[in-house]
């Protein structure tokens, strides 16, 4: 299984450029998500999506876009890279519905590194 | 709204040592808890959670957690700390709504050193 794929592993921007995160899943969870990880501060949930053409924002969306025309990928776009975008971003994707175990578990791709000059 | 809280950044324990990771979350309808670990360089992985069952959550590589609502706490322990649980761990609290999974809201992680 291929669980969450995400592309790519690194990359280098200048600022003001632009470029896409790919996020990929094989698992047809309805649910999928973009964080970004920052040292002491933990996940913060950037964009979020409850099925094909549905996106909604979550706590740090500014400087971000991101469509879902599939169930299965789930791309994040940044227009104009910044600096502060420097940052280890991570796809998670789950059911939307809980099951009988009660609740929903992320599977997490296995992160971008993204470094802004 | 949720908001989750790791005391200590970082926590050194012996090889052999209880390993007790501390997390108080607050949550404004019953909540849903999560422990994820990450190793160095990977994503994050689902160590247990808790889904209004047990209070007493086991999870994998013998971790457990337990779920105190009169002290909203659900902090992670392991009775004999091993050099492979060197990692950063990471608590995270869920609020359902409508049946419906709701996002995650993360802990600032703890970093957890094991030594020889």
């Known amino acids: 299984n291929a669980g969450v794929t995400q592309t790519p592993k690194f990359q280098v921007l200048k600022t003001g450029q632009s470029m896409t995160l790919q996020c990929a899943q094989d698992?047809?969870?309805?649910?999928m998500s973009w964080y970004r990880q920052d040292p002491g501060m933990g996940l913060r949930l950037i964009h979020y999506?409850?099925?094909?053409?549905?996106?909604d924002q979550g706590e740090v969306p500014n400087g971000y876009n991101v469509s879902r025309s599939t169930t299965e990928d789930f791309p994040l776009r940044l227009l104009s890279a910044a600096p502060s975008q420097t940052s280890v971003y991570f796809c998670?994707?789950?059911?939307?519905?809980?099951?009988?175990?009660?609740?929903?578990?992320?599977?997490f791709g296995a992160g971008s590194r993204l470094t802004v000059l | 709204a949720q908001s989750v809280t790791q005391l200590g950044s970082h926590v050194s324990v012996s090889e052999g040592a209880l390993v007790l990771l501390r997390c108080n979350y607050s949550?404004?309808?019953?909540?849903?808890l999560f422990w994820y670990v990450q190793y160095p360089n990977q994503g994050l992985q689902l160590l247990l959670k808790y889904t209004s069952a047990a209070t007493l959550v086991k999870g994998i590589n013998g971790f457990e957690a337990e779920f105190k609502k009169s002290e909203t706490s659900f902090h992670l322990t392991k009775p004999s700390a091993h050099m492979s649980d060197a990692a950063e761990y990471f608590c995270?609290?869920?609020?359902?709504?409508?049946?419906?999974?709701?996002?995650?809201?993360f802990g600032s992680g703890t970093q957890l050193t094991v030594l020889p």
């Open positions: 995270a609290v869920s609020e359902i709504s409508s049946g419906s999974a709701r996002q995650l809201t």
């Open positions: 999506s409850v099925g094909a053409g549905i996106t």
């Open positions: 949550s404004s309808v019953p909540p849903y």
């Open positions: 998670a994707s789950s059911y939307l519905f809980m099951g009988s175990s009660g609740a929903n578990v992320l599977t």
């Open positions: 698992m047809n969870h309805e649910y």
